[in-house]
């Protein structure tokens, strides 16, 4: 039988804590997390985008500035060229030094680099 009173009651209700933000709450903060990371990007590629174009104008400025200099170098390479073979043929009877061996008077820029 039933001890007086009745018998003591179930207690079959869970106690558990709040288990963290809800689903709109996680949703609006990776969304905001998202559109930031967007923001970020965007203004690293206008960086991006506006040091190359920095890069590619001083490149185009340097241009005459490096074709001077090769042609210098040429020119002073074409004069030593010259003064050695002046050395070297001065024995030889009709020779003329830096005329070309092909007759052609046509002046062109040398494939052949002499160091």
Same mark, same amino acid.
């Given at each position: 039988?039933?001890?007086?009173?009745?018998?003591?009651?179930?207690?079959?209700?869970?106690? *558990? &804590?709040?288990?963290? &933000?809800?689903?709109?709450?996680? *949703?609006?903060?990776? +969304?905001?997390?998202?559109? #930031?990371?967007?923001?970020?990007?965007?203004?690293?590629?206008?960086?991006?985008?506006?040091?190359?174009?920095?890069?590619?104008?001083?490149?185009? /400025?340097?241009?005459?500035? *490096? +074709?001077? @200099?090769? $042609?210098? $170098?040429?020119?002073?390479?074409?004069?030593?060229?010259?003064?050695?073979?002046?050395?070297?043929?001065? $024995?030889? &009877?009709?020779? @003329?030094?830096? +005329?070309?061996? #092909?007759?052609?008077?046509?002046? /062109?820029?040398?494939?052949?680099?002499?160091?």
């Amino acid at each position: 039988m039933p001890p007086p009173g009745g018998f003591e009651s179930v207690k079959y209700k869970r106690n *558990l &804590p709040l288990r963290g &933000p809800g689903a709109y709450a996680i *949703l609006g903060g990776v +969304t905001a997390i998202c559109a #930031y990371g967007f923001y970020r990007l965007g203004k690293g590629n206008l960086e991006r985008r506006e040091l190359e174009r920095e890069k590619v104008w001083s490149r185009i /400025h340097l241009v005459p500035l *490096l +074709t001077a @200099e090769g $042609d210098r $170098d040429m020119y002073r390479r074409q004069q030593a060229a010259l003064a050695r073979e002046k050395a070297i043929m001065k $024995d030889v &009877p009709g020779w @003329e030094a830096g +005329t070309s061996v #092909y007759n052609n008077p046509k002046y /062109h820029t040398p494939e052949i680099v002499v160091l």
